[in-house]
């Protein structure tokens, strides 16, 4: 298992940029790439999965758990004397799924080899408080293995013609 705290992720609106080319002759092509900016949160995620004891990335299928931590503004007071604990909504904060998708790009290669092998993902968001982060627990899932003994049943002929098509 691997835990590591993480900076308060870039929205997934500035992970993907796209450019226009247009050539002198023809249609114009769209190209896509991944902007400076998640580059840039990638490489800081790396570092600190690096400073965490991650030396390389867990093998097969994994579980990820993440509490996405809004950072609170300055005004928190007033707003808890306004609204009671009603307060932490009106706190600008990205969506969960928005925060899954630059999690599992940041991490991929890093933390798990790809994400074709994230079986399982639990997301919660926290209660605000004096600093926005992104706190990410990674989990080996163990694949298991048929019982000793156990005969998978043959597939019946009168449901199975393998000449019909």
């Not at 990410?136 to 098509?165: C, H, K, M, N, S």
Request: net charge positive; glycine share 6%.
């Amino acid at each position: 298992m691997l835990t590591v705290t993480l900076p308060y992720p870039i929205s997934a609106n500035r992970y993907w940029r796209s450019r226009v080319i247009k050539p002198h002759a023809g249609q114009a092509i769209v190209s896509t790439y991944v902007s400076p900016e998640a580059k840039a949160y990638k490489e800081q995620v790396g570092w600190l999965c690096r400073a965490a004891g991650i030396r390389s990335p867990l093998p097969g299928r994994i579980a990820i758990a993440y509490t996405l931590y809004p950072k609170r503004p300055q005004d928190w007071r007033m707003r808890q004397r306004k609204l009671g604990d009603a307060w932490q909504d009106t706190v600008q904060c990205i969506d969960l799924d928005n925060a899954q998708k630059v999690l599992l790009d940041a991490l991929k290669g890093i933390a798990f080899e790809d994400d074709v092998w994230v079986r399982r993902i639990t997301a919660e968001r926290a209660e605000p408080d004096g600093e926005g982060r992104l706190v990410v627990t990674v989990t080996p899932i163990a694949t298991e293995a048929p019982q000793a003994g156990f005969d998978f049943p043959a597939p019946r002929a009168e449901l199975f013609d393998p000449l019909e098509v």
